[in-house]
T-cell receptor, first 112, second 107 residues
């Protein structure tokens, strides 16, 4: 079964800690994306990657970091510099940038 | 003002009703997406269109590029259609998302 997986589904973090959200896809897609969703707002782009070993900042990249060492994987690290990290995080992928995006199930991050 | 506006924000319907959700945008676009977000949070892409009309089962999406407007229609609505429907447009190099329309269909 092809698809995108994100883990964990729920994540709790203490203030001041870094935390890494996993995103894996077996769709052989080149492009991958991280979005943040807050109540009452549309999804906002954090980072995207069009090819291995390359990634670009989105609209709200401050306090986040990513890596793209493998085509299948695009982990997102929420650093302690992110002042308001509690949110729902969605990973997506597409064959190329501009094509239909396929979304993972999301990770809900709660800072305690 | 948001670059992508959806209406209504919330919608309730009885099973079997015809549903229309609207999306207006203010930027020049190359394509528009309709997405469905289930209560658990997962998102599914329903349509990507840049002109005319597309149909998939009971769902129909239309777009009018000149008027910068798109509609999503659901015929013979069913409780399993209850979800948040999101419109998103491609502006040069990124997707801009609307805030979504929450649909509840009651038996």
């Amino acid at each position: 079964d092809g698809g995108i997986t994100q883990s964990p589904k729920y994540l709790f973090r203490k203030e001041g800690q870094n935390v890494t959200l996993s995103c894996e896809q077996n769709l052989n897609h080149d492009a991958m994306y991280w979005y943040r969703q807050d109540p009452g707002q549309g999804l906002r782009l954090i980072y995207y990657s069009q090819i291995v070993n390359d990634f670009q900042k989105g609209d709200i990249a401050e306090g986040y970091s990513v890596s793209r060492e493998k085509k299948e994987s695009f982990p997102l690290t929420v650093t302690s510099a992110q002042k308001n990290p509690t949110a729902f995080y969605l990973c997506a992928s597409s064959i190329n940038r501009g094509e239909t995006q396929y979304f993972g199930p999301g990770t809900r991050l709660l800072v305690l | 003002k948001n670059e992508v506006e959806q209406s209504p924000q919330n919608l309730t319907a009885q099973e079997g009703e015809f549903i229309t959700i609207n999306c207006s945008y203010s930027v020049g676009i190359s394509a528009l997406h309709w997405l469905q977000q289930h209560p658990g949070g997962g998102i599914v892409s329903l349509f990507m269109l840049s002109s005319g009309k597309k149909k998939h089962g009971r769902l129909i999406a239309t777009i009018n590029i000149q008027e910068k407007h798109s509609s999503l229609h659901i015929t013979a609505s069913h409780p399993r259609d209850s979800a948040v429907y999101i419109c998103a447009v491609w502006d040069t190099d990124k997707l801009i998302f609307g805030t979504g329309t929450r649909l509840q269909v009651f038996p």
